[in-house]
């Protein structure tokens, strides 16, 4: 049929949330007046429902629609909307599938619980944006969320709870734990990884308790040193729960995210959080001072493979502050200070550039299959 040969490429989901989310968020932050700045939301607003419709009428089918749509189009059939108790019965997070439940009851197609999510999540995403360091480095980072904002189920529901632990995150700063607690259990109601946020609170917590750098640096390695002894516990759970299947004895596993984060708290902790004619964003001072927490999740990774999604939570922290690095490495360039500059400039550019390469290079040709669904049509 011919809407089911209409292909949905993705590099326009890919340029229009660039466009609209990039631009928009920084119009939203340059503009003093109400008026345009409710207009400027009336476009993103628009944008949004936009990018949401393609999102959710995508023709879902055995190799269509992401790698595990159609797990989830069967999961999402045989939700019963008049018992509750078949919420508990989805191999799902129970938030997810309370959401599930709630547009099933409605009487409204998977399409539209797609639409729903993909609004809630690039709403989400906006704020986020918002929150950017103002600068045009800042679309360098959107650019780098966009390439996850469509992929498979799994990933997209990792997304948003990653990003429910940002707002999250945010709270800590302002000592609120119950309120970040609240919000991680939120998170992991769509998807696991967001009780890592409990993570953020123990270490938030510890290291307001115990004041002393140097008594708090010897605390945090006795605590990463201690966490490779609690993977075996965490392999039980996994088996207790049926997800024994995701543990095996050796597995292969990549190293340059936790190189990257390194490199991105030495620059934050030696040079930028000690320069004081640079005024760092709020956000980003929370992110950077939440990196060292990826030590807990190495022993994990390397134990594993299904902690390989703890890795997707600081992908996303690494693609905010990039650009708070770029702007202050720009600062050193003008201020003369080259080999700084080199320092700062050069590392971001390359991981940007070669998560880029890789998503181009094998994660684009799963999201080229997407078709638009007549169903959007005839609905």
């Not at 055995?62 to 191999?91: T, V």
Request: proline share 2%; with cysteine.
């Amino acid at each position: 049929m011919f809407f089911e040969e209409l292909k949905l490429p993705y590099y326009l989901l890919t340029v229009s949330f660039l466009f609209f989310m990039g631009v928009g968020s920084l119009l939203y932050k340059l503009t003093r007046k109400s008026e345009l700045k409710a207009f400027v939301l009336i476009v993103v607003g628009l944008a949004l429902c936009s990018i949401s419709i393609l999102y959710g009428w995508r023709y879902i089918a055995i190799g269509y629609g992401g790698i595990d749509a159609s797990a989830y189009k069967i999961i999402f059939n045989k939700i019963d909307p008049e018992s509750l108790y078949s919420i508990l019965e989805l191999r799902v997070e129970k938030g997810y599938g309370t959401l599930m439940w709630v547009v099933k009851s409605l009487g409204l197609p998977i399409h539209a619980f797609n639409f729903i999510f993909s609004f809630i999540l690039t709403s989400i995403i906006f704020y986020v944006v918002i929150l950017l360091p103002t600068t045009l480095f800042s679309l360098i980072s959107v650019l780098l969320f966009s390439i996850l904002y469509i992929d498979s189920f799994n990933i997209s529901r990792m997304i948003i709870a990653i990003f429910i632990l940002f707002v999250a995150a945010q709270k800590l700063k302002r000592l609120k734990y119950f309120q970040s607690f609240a919000l991680s259990l939120l998170a992991a109601s769509f998807q696991m990884v967001g009780g890592w946020g409990i993570v953020f609170i123990l270490y938030t917590w510890a290291k307001g308790k115990i004041g002393n750098n140097f008594k708090f640096f010897l605390f945090y390695l006795i605590s990463v040193v201690s966490a490779f002894l609690i993977v075996n516990v965490f392999k039980f759970i996994l088996v207790f729960i049926g997800y024994g299947y995701y543990v095996v004895d050796e597995v292969s596993f990549s190293l340059l995210n936790y190189i990257f984060c390194a490199y991105l708290y030495f620059i934050y902790y030696f040079f930028i959080s000690r320069d004081d004619t640079y005024h760092i964003s709020t956000s980003s001072n929370i992110v950077f001072q939440l990196l060292p927490t990826m030590a807990f999740s190495l022993p994990l990774y390397m134990a594993v493979p299904i902690a390989y999604r703890f890795n997707y939570i600081y992908m996303l922290f690494f693609f905010f502050v990039i650009a708070e690095v770029l702007k202050w490495s720009t600062k050193k360039l003008k201020e003369r200070k080259y080999a700084i500059f080199f320092i700062g400039f050069l590392p971001p550019l390359i991981y940007s550039f070669l998560k880029l390469y890789a998503y181009f290079e094998r994660d684009v040709y799963s999201a080229q299959i997407w078709l638009l669904d007549r169903s959007l049509f005839f609905w």
